[in-house]
């Protein structure tokens, strides 16, 4: 069974500073991988997917990701962050071979706050 | 512009009563996905459906139940017999039959609380 584990419930940056927010996934194969935002209220919107085509990934509102099989990771960062990017962000997986008819299994999510 | 369309956006439900949540979608997709969201516990789905007339239980059907009459179509049944049904709930859609790497689109969700 796939699962995703989001490391930090809550991460809070400074404006222009750094974003990191971790995910590491389980899988006995190497899966496809999505980071979802959501604002208050809202649904969830793509930011951007990994489908193997390249390890490292690049979405929208200048986050990117990095695949990293050894270590089981796709963490998401942002080099300098806006007020804006205020937000809850999710990791989440999907078997390549679409066991489990295409299912997407999502972490517990990030609250990312953006001090001015 | 194509999306899914939740509503109503807020709802409130009485004891011992059954509330239906609508999720219409003009994407031309032919997968459907209802998930819960509650705090600090991520999305967890309670039905899905691949094409019309059929539908899967998810992680956690107990309580609710759904039907898709019509591909663009895809209500939820929240019924008196489920105990803590306060929660955000979300539909989703992706093309079905174009791999697993096809991302789901969400619609605005709507939140559920008791009376």
């Known amino acids: 069974a796939q699962s995703v584990t989001q490391l930090g419930s809550h991460v809070s940056v400074s404006e222009g500073a750094l974003v990191l927010l971790r995910c590491n996934y389980s899988?006995?194969?190497?899966?496809?991988l999505f980071w979802y935002v959501q604002y208050p209220n809202q649904g969830l919107q793509l930011l951007l997917k990994?489908?193997?085509?390249?390890?490292l990934v690049k979405g929208i509102n200048g986050f990117e990701a990095e695949f990293k099989k050894s270590e089981t990771s796709f963490h998401l960062t942002k080099p300098s962050a806006h007020m804006s990017d205020a937000a809850e962000y999710f990791c989440?997986?999907?078997?390549?071979?679409?066991?489990?008819?295409?299912?997407?299994?999502f972490g517990k999510g990030t609250l990312l706050t953006v001090n001015p | 512009d194509g999306g899914i369309t939740q509503s109503p956006k807020y709802l409130f439900r009485k004891e011992g009563q059954n509330v239906t949540l609508s999720c219409e979608q003009n994407?031309?997709?032919?997968?459907m996905y209802w998930y819960r969201q509650d705090p600090g516990q991520g999305l967890r789905l309670i039905y899905y459906?691949?094409?019309?007339?059929?539908?899967q239980k998810g992680d956690i059907a107990e309580g609710y139940s759904v039907s898709r009459e019509k591909k663009e179509s895809f209500p939820l049944t929240v019924t008196s017999a489920q105990k803590n049904p306060t929660a955000f709930y979300l539909c989703?859609?992706?093309?079905?039959?174009?791999?697993?790497?096809?991302?789901?689109?969400f619609g605005d969700g709507t939140r559920l609380s008791i009376l």
């Open positions: 899988s006995s194969v190497p899966p496809y």
């Open positions: 459906s691949q094409i019309v007339n059929d539908f």
């Open positions: 989440a997986v999907s078997d390549p071979g679409g066991g489990s008819n295409y299912k997407l299994t």
């Open positions: 989703a859609s992706r093309r079905h039959g174009q791999g697993s790497d096809q991302p789901q689109h």
């Open positions: 990994y489908t193997s085509a390249a390890t």
């Open positions: 994407l031309n997709h032919d997968a």
